[in-house]
């Protein structure tokens, strides 16, 4: 068939070459039996018998089913379909197909047809964007499920566009009344349709100009950087209002000429010339897009889903309207579709995204997809007991007997009573002397938040002593607390009762259940019948609906219990919670004498809510170890938040140890601080490090995070520390028998096999304030020459089983004039020139690769680094590579929504006085606009960082003052002749 020239020229189509196909053979069956198909009635034809008592309005429906399951069609008919509002139902299966022969195609027009549509060069389409999408997305379903090896699925998406013709010839051509709604399901659809019409009623309210045209779902994947434009979750059901299927089924004409074209028509008529999806070489004066779209499925090279073509004619060819004015929003210079969900994805889909599990239907749903008939009939009793007269009849199959609907029928009325109920959501347990007593008071001081009414003689023990009598009478406590945020039960007993509290919420729905909420006062000295009443809970409830509190935090730190629980409940408190005096209780935890191992091996066990404290507290006693890290500062905020983040992955590597984990704050950043905190992390602020090191290789914010390490050996609380960057992982259990190995030697260190004879990435100190001060007098009073080393007392370089791979000079290896040279000088160098017979092992121990991988640790160094961005790892280890992934894994796991981005630093100078002007040089060199105060610390980094953030080039510095140091050596070591001449780092 030709196109009339006029129509051609309008449209700005390119005549058809003589080598390509007449329209009429592109079709898969004749375009003649196209027209006579239009009228073939669907497989199921249903209309609602007259009833004294109709509906006000009118809903036809088309369900899009198989005949390998036309019980599917039927359930539906007697189901949900008998609502009131329901005229119509046209259930379409293969016996409605162009081509019924389709399902029995071979697998070779199989694989043609799939190799076209995802064919780059593909012709038919005429916009890069959606032609991409279907290219990338043709077969695929929900999941990844590739669905393209599936003929009877592939010809399943047609049947759409086949019901479109269908409702051509029913409404164009006035065979029967437009209704007020149309609604396009799969047959395993289910709609709550008390609901579904309420809301659409609200909908159309919110629209002052009836005609006006709007589509709803009950699933919908929104626009994106991907989706081209809004996708209805098909199988959840797509509806049209009235003005939408009266402009779908009314004449198109975009060659009159007469100027009496409506505007809408103009904007169809434009649509149909940009061609997105090649339309226009079909589209024909007078049509309807209903009919134009019941032919384009008929392509022989058709490919798109069904939801993709439905989700296409909602977007281009039914304008959108705003909610409050008449005026189609493209006019308006706004962002609005005629398609919007009742819920969007991924809040709604067969599969839920966190944990890829089967999303649940339940009474409470409007809509659900994969339902077979007897979960429709469930659901449609449901929705009869809350509203029976809006239903025909008792909604059931015919093959249920009706006395057991009956039945069902009063389970779902009981249901519905309880529903109504006002019950608590949120139970407050654990002992009294634990603080549960003082964290039920400062609840209930807060306004939104209600507590039970209780008599003169009740207590707070109801599973226990009153349970007998019922929901309702439990209920009665809490009728006063409607409104309220949140309704609280502070029952301290009710940890004994994990079985009765479930099943007094089961009664009501599993929805209830799921939304419990649980917080627990406990210690590491709760008993071990606590401890088994604990473990009853998980019985019952997920562990992440349970939230452990540690009394001892309570006491020493309310502001982050306060915190932990606003975080587990969803909401602040301006009502503060004051920290609990211990002198108070009577039976303080403080008073016991012994940890209760199983208390301690359930919470490490069982990963609770992300904000509860891990590791959960120990005795003292136990804590006489520490893993330590620097936290500093960086110019650039994409760093600062990378170096936070990597420090909380580490931080929960090492959950169950039996170590502390202290952080050296550099920065007095609270948001960073909490975060940590509620990690489990002690937070310590320390100052750097003062030095005069004139250093152009290394940043001046580098420099002072790397002295800063030194400041682990003032942790003199405990007896041993393990300093750890945060490009590392390491395994707890089997890091934590260092603390008690090597025991003879002062400090011990990652180094042999590397550039380094210690690299400082990892290293276990007993802590000392005498040897933290002659470092630091050695940083602020000393000298350091790469011929002579530090002090400038040209101690040797070397150690048994580390070689120097560049031996002259000696002191070259990377990072000699940082801590790294400077603990190989303190701990090794230094003290074995005073003394040659002193045992190496004893002075430094020094780790090899394979030994520190046997204990499960991985230094992430140089390319090695999760976020170093390079692309090819194929040279990496196998181990590095397994760890790198679960170390980005554990970075995608973290909950970081309170700190999304780095701060500007408004505090004390995060570097020393010489960092500090060694920045500002680096400004003036790099940046066009330097803080102009230097007595001030600028709030804002540059908008690039001047240096690279990690040293990756030679060991050598690029300049090196030429004169040899005056200073005398402040060691014990002999003085070296002024006459020496040496290239020297100024200290």
Known sequence: MKLPSAIASLLGLVSQSSASPPLSNRFVIDESNLSALLNEPPSFVSSAAQQDAPSSLSTDVVSIGSVTRMDYLTSQIETWASHRSIRHFWGFSE??????????????????????????????????????????????????????????????????????????????????????????????????LVDVMAYLEREREKIDNNEAAFARAGCVFQENDVIPFPLAYGGFGTILNKAAIQQLSEPIYCERGDGNE??????????????????????????????????????????????????????????SYSVDVATPAAT??????????????????????????????????DACHNQGPKEMESLALASFAKSPESY????????????????????????????????????LMGLSDAGSDEVAKWLFSND???????????????????????????????????????????????????????????????????????????????????????KDWLRYFDRQQLLLLS???????????????????????????????????????????????????????????????????????????????????????????????AT??????????????????????????????????????????????????????????????????????????????????????????????????????EGLGSDSPVRAGWFMLYPSVQDFKDMEQLLEHGVFTNERGWDNLDLPVDYPGWKLVNPSPKWEFYGSQLEQGLLFHHFYALPKSLNPSAKDSELLTLLDDDTLLSLGFVHFYGDRKPWAGNKETSLLPSYVLTTRDLWLKGLQDLESSSWTEAPNVQHALPLT???????????????????????????????????????????????????????????????????????????
């Open 95 to 192: 016996l409605q197909d162009y081509d019924q022969e389709c399902s029995a195609m071979s697998d070779e027009a199989r694989a043609a047809l799939v190799d076209a549509c995802k064919d780059r060069a593909h012709p038919a389409f005429g916009d890069d964007r959606i032609q991409a999408f279907f290219e990338e997305y043709y077969g695929l379903s929900e999941g990844n499920v590739v669905r393209s090896n599936d003929a009877g699925w592939i010809c399943a998406q047609r049947r759409v566009g086949r019901a479109f013709g269908w409702l051509h010839a029913q409404y164009f051509e006035g065979q029967v009344d437009v209704p007020d709604y149309l609604m396009v399901v799969d047959d395993d659809t289910y709609l709550d």
């Open 262 to 319: 409506s505007p809408r028509h103009e904007t169809i008529c434009s649509q149909i010339k940009l061609n997105k999806v090649g339309e226009a070489a079909i589209f024909q004066d007078g049509m309807t897009i209903f009919q134009l779209f019941y032919k384009y499925a008929a392509l022989k090279n058709y490919c798109m889903h069904s939801d993709w073509l439905f989700g296409y004619v909602l977007q281009y060819y039914l304008p």
């Open 332 to 365: 308006q210079g706004e962002q609005h579709h005629t398609l919007v969900g009742m819920k969007n994805y991924p809040a709604c889909g067969n599969l839920t995204v966190a944990t890829g599990d089967i999303r649940p239907c339940t009474r409470f749903s």
């Open 392 to 427: 025909h009849a008792v909604p059931k199959m015919s093959s249920t007997n009706l006395d057991v609907a009956r039945d069902i029928i009063q389970k779902k009325e009981y249901e519905s009573m309880v529903d109504g109920l006002q019950l608590p959501t949120i139970f």
């Open 448 to 534: 939104g938040v209600c507590g039970p009414k209780m008599t003169a003689d009740e207590d707070s023990s109801h599973f226990e002593n009153r349970y007998t009598k019922g929901i309702r009478f439990y209920a009665e406590h809490f009728a006063h607390c409607s409104g309220n945020e949140a309704t609280i039960d502070s029952a301290p007993d009710a940890i004994m009762q994990a079985e009765r509290v479930h099943d007094m919420y089961s009664q009501v729905n599993d929805e209830s259940l799921s939304k419990l909420k649980f917080i627990v006062i406990a210690s590491e000295f709760i008993s071990n019948e606590y401890t088994s009443y604990l």
């Open 551 to 645: 009394s001892s935090e309570l006491q020493q730190h309310a502001e982050r219990t306060q915190w932990r629980i606003e975080q587990f409940m969803g909401r602040n408190f301006d009502v503060a919670l004051n920290s609990i005096s211990t002198s108070s209780k009577s039976h303080s935890f403080q008073d016991k004498k012994q940890t209760n191992d199983a208390f301690l091996q359930f919470v490490d066990t069982e990963n609770g809510p992300w904000m509860e404290q891990r590791p959960f507290p120990r005795s003292d006693a136990l804590k006489t170890f520490a893993y330590a890290t620097v936290l500093g500062w960086n110019p650039d905020k994409s760093q600062n938040k990378l170096y936070l983040d």
């Open 648 to 749: 909380r992955v580490l931080i929960r590597s090492v959950k169950g140890s039996i170590a502390d984990f202290v952080v050296l704050m550099m920065n007095d950043d609270k948001e960073a601080e909490t975060l940590l905190q509620s990690e489990g992390a002690i937070i310590k602020h320390i100052v750097p490090i003062n030095h005069s090191l004139e250093n152009s290789y290394f940043e001046p914010w580098f420099i002072d995070i790397a002295l800063a390490k030194l400041r682990a050996f003032e942790l003199t609380e405990y007896k041993r520390v393990q300093v750890l960057d945060v490009d590392i992982a390491i395994k707890a259990a089997q890091m934590d028998t260092l603390f008690t190995s090597y025991q003879q030697a002062r400090l011990v260190s």
């Open 913 to 987: 006085q010489t960092g500090y002007e060694q920045y500002r040089r680096a400004l003036v060199l790099y940046s066009a606009s330097p803080s102009a105060s230097p007595s001030k610390f600028p709030t804002t980094s540059p908008s690039m960082s001047p240096l690279a953030s990690v040293p990756t080039g030679p060991t050598k510095s690029p300049t090196r003052p030429s004169s040899a140091p005056t200073k005398a050596p402040i060691t014990s070591r002999p003085t070296v002749s002024k006459a020496a001449k040496a290239k020297t780092f100024k200290l």
